[in-house]
């Protein structure tokens, strides 16, 4: 399957016929079947006290089964699909990268009762990454280094999406209807038709809504890409799946996942180096760095950004009252996932408690740089909406200048 990355760039999605190959379907849905079976026992056992019989499945506007969790040597297909030349062959083509690999692999199913609509939304958050402008111009200039996948296996109209959108802010009139209507249609927004099989890749960046969680059978395989060598530094670098699941699968579709995890380590040490560089005020290591993870020229800023939400993780899991805390409150220290804590635990071994503060405090003048234009920019910090609104990256603070910084 051939695709025009210039597409993406232009419209943020693309729709594409047939992603899941017509003889695959129907036993990709009787597979995934058997792996919502598996996750509802889950679901069931881990329901927490006063919870609804079933637990997630029973109270979940849309729940999700994270299909690597519960995967079998029986429903290996399901893995398999999401290495597909038609999956993760046409994402390495849009992200344009010698490399490229999977980042997440869920399920997206109908509740047990009508929910109604989600809210329309973003899926960023800037004051936790970088500002949304540098984010956006990054994606345009460079490429996107991350891109989002819905393919449901039924006919499927849930998704709705305001074209262009991924590549500007809120408008004034988005952001009243994000503040006051979120949950109705917004103008210029369109549903995406998708039949049984087909697909649809767009930029998670861009305004999106779940138009109607209702109890239609649906099965929406949804996944994430990254590249490796693109341009860009991916907003979204890390995996929601660690190698043990990998035990279920032949012999080549567990290779591919050790290639991921190989090449996920080898930035590692980039970054790692690239950070020991920062501490050790070493100019030219740190510009080397930098040009690995982000080899585009323009928008290497935002990469620096990226980093120093990093390092502040680090620090913090560094912090010796933090680390004697239950593993749920060190994820909740530094706001991660619990399927990817694991890869932010184990990078911060690579540090003392020293070296943690002291690289932190190089990216100091940046981080107030950017905490002041929140203060400008962002008038309620708690709202989801409103952190939409830190858009502009520090002016005129460029790399020379953060090493200057130091």
Request: aromatic share 10%.
């Amino acid at each position: 399957m051939k695709v025009d990355p210039q597409q993406l760039i232009d419209d943020g999605y693309i729709v594409l016929r047939q992603v899941v190959p017509p003889d695959q379907l129907e036993e990709l849905r009787t597979s995934f079947e058997i792996l919502v079976e598996k996750q509802k026992v889950v679901w069931e056992r881990e329901r927490k006290p006063g919870e609804k019989p079933g637990g997630v499945w029973t109270t979940s506007g849309q729940p999700r089964v994270f299909f690597d969790e519960v995967v079998d040597a029986a429903t290996a297909n399901t893995i398999e699909f999401c290495l597909h030349e038609n999956t993760l062959g046409v994402s390495q083509q849009l992200m344009r990268a010698p490399e490229a690999a999977i980042t997440l692999m869920a399920l997206m199913c109908n509740p047990v009762r009508d929910h109604g609509p989600a809210s329309w939304h973003r899926d960023i958050d800037p004051t936790g990454q970088a500002p949304l402008k540098g984010m956006q111009m990054d994606y345009v200039k460079n490429g996107p280094g991350y891109v989002q996948w819905n393919i449901p296996l039924y006919d499927d109209s849930v998704f709705w999406l305001v074209p262009k959108s991924y590549c500007r802010p809120n408008t004034p009139e988005e952001l009243q209807h994000l503040l006051t209507r979120p949950q109705e249609p917004m103008p210029n927004g369109i549903p995406i038709e998708l039949s049984a099989g087909d697909g649809v890749v767009y930029s998670h960046m861009g305004l999106h809504w779940g138009s109607n969680y209702s109890t239609k059978l649906r099965r929406t395989v949804h996944l994430g890409y990254r590249a490796f060598g693109g341009n860009s530094y991916p907003i979204v670098d890390h995996f929601y799946w660690n190698l043990g699941f990998t035990k279920h699968l032949p012999a080549k579709a567990r290779a591919r996942f050790e290639h991921f995890f190989q090449l996920q380590m080898q930035q590692s040490d980039v970054i790692a180096a690239t950070f020991h560089a920062i501490h050790n005020k070493d100019a030219d290591g740190f510009r080397n760095g930098l040009a690995k993870l982000h080899p585009g020229e323009e928008e290497r800023m935002v990469a620096v950004v990226f980093l120093s939400k990093l390092a502040d993780k680090v620090r913090t899991l560094k912090d010796p009252e933090v680390s004697k805390l239950p593993i749920e409150e060190r994820i909740g220290a530094i706001s991660a996932h619990r399927l990817n804590f694991h890869l932010y635990e184990d990078f911060a071994r690579r540090f003392s408690v020293e070296d943690a503060e002291s690289i932190w405090k190089r990216f100091s003048t940046l981080y107030e740089k950017i905490e002041a234009e929140i203060a400008r920019s962002v008038p309620n910090r708690t709202s989801r909406v409103m952190r939409y609104q830190l858009t502009d990256m520090p002016a005129n603070f460029e790399a020379e200048d953060f090493i200057r910084s130091w």
